[in-house]
């Protein structure tokens, strides 16, 4: 049974199928994570197993982190996050995750932090049309009004305004998996996906609500 994997975005770039057609794929680094803690319904009340990802130098760490990892005998690691399981009799304490955990034809979801793109205006930010560019026309890319008049005499929460764009946590589903080296630990997914070069990733396998 496949928990999930972390990994980061390495780019994009593209393969043929068997019919010749030109896929679009993302290029991800999935893993090697490492399996730092694992909670059941009777120490914690759930069932969940927590990896560890991307090894660095100790200094890059906290005195909290570090003591954590080292009750596990587990090297310096600068992502650590759950996934919740049905059982996590499955796993064990130290055990290595790789990109073996999926196969060619999987659907994954992949869940990241979309690119920053700072602050944005109403056209940028919600897809907003501009005003008139002629006949003396000062509305260009102003919004225009926001609300009524004396009554009620303010604009409604969640009016969508000019701010902050991108840097959110998204999750793009049913993405399936084109290519998996395991030699490499690269994963291939069918299209694009949350962030930039070197954004974490976290790909587990396809939620199916309903079912």
């Given at each position: 049974?496949?928990?999930?994997?972390?990994?980061?975005?390495?780019?994009?770039?593209?393969?043929?199928?068997?019919?010749?057609?030109?896929?679009?794929?993302?290029?991800?680094?999935?893993?090697?994570?490492?399996?730092?803690?694992?909670k059941t319904k009777q120490t914690d009340g759930y069932e969940s197993v927590?990896?560890?990802?991307?090894?660095?130098?100790?200094?890059?760490?906290?005195?909290?982190?570090?003591?954590?990892?080292?009750?596990?005998?587990?090297p310096p690691l600068r992502h650590l996050q759950e996934f919740r399981v049905?059982?996590?009799?499955?796993?064990?304490?130290?055990?290595?995750?790789?990109?073996?955990?999926?196969?060619?034809?999987?659907?994954?979801?992949?869940?990241?932090?979309?690119?920053?793109?700072?602050?944005?205006?109403?056209?940028?930010?919600?897809?907003?049309?501009?005003?008139?560019?002629?006949?003396?026309?000062?509305?260009?890319?102003?919004?225009?009004?926001?609300?009524?008049?004396?009554?009620?005499?303010?604009?409604?929460?969640?009016?969508?305004?000019?701010?902050?764009?991108?840097?959110?946590?998204?999750?793009?589903?049913?993405?399936?998996?084109?290519?998996?080296?395991?030699?490499?630990?690269?994963?291939?997914?069918?299209?694009?996906?949350?962030?930039?070069?070197?954004?974490?990733l976290r790909i587990v396998p396809e939620v199916r609500v309903g079912k």
């Amino acid at each position: 049974m496949s928990i999930g994997i972390l990994g980061t975005k390495v780019g994009m770039t593209q393969v043929f199928d068997q019919e010749g057609r030109a896929v679009p794929v993302t290029v991800v680094l999935a893993g090697p994570c490492r399996v730092t803690q694992i909670k059941t319904k009777q120490t914690d009340g759930y069932e969940s197993v927590q990896l560890g990802f991307d090894e660095v130098t100790p200094k890059k760490l906290n005195k909290p982190e570090l003591g954590h990892l080292n009750k596990t005998e587990a090297p310096p690691l600068r992502h650590l996050q759950e996934f919740r399981v049905p059982s996590a009799s499955e796993w064990t304490v130290g055990q290595e995750i790789k990109s073996d955990v999926f196969a060619v034809g999987q659907i994954v979801d992949v869940v990241g932090n979309t690119i920053g793109r700072g602050f944005a205006g109403w056209q940028k930010r919600h897809n907003f049309a501009r005003g008139p560019m002629t006949h003396g026309s000062k509305n260009h890319r102003e919004p225009g009004s926001t609300g009524a008049g004396t009554t009620p005499g303010r604009v409604y929460p969640g009016k969508k305004m000019a701010g902050r764009l991108g840097g959110k946590r998204v999750t793009i589903g049913k993405l399936p998996i084109v290519m998996v080296d395991t030699e490499k630990n690269l994963i291939l997914i069918a299209g694009s996906v949350p962030g930039k070069r070197g954004t974490l990733l976290r790909i587990v396998p396809e939620v199916r609500v309903g079912k």
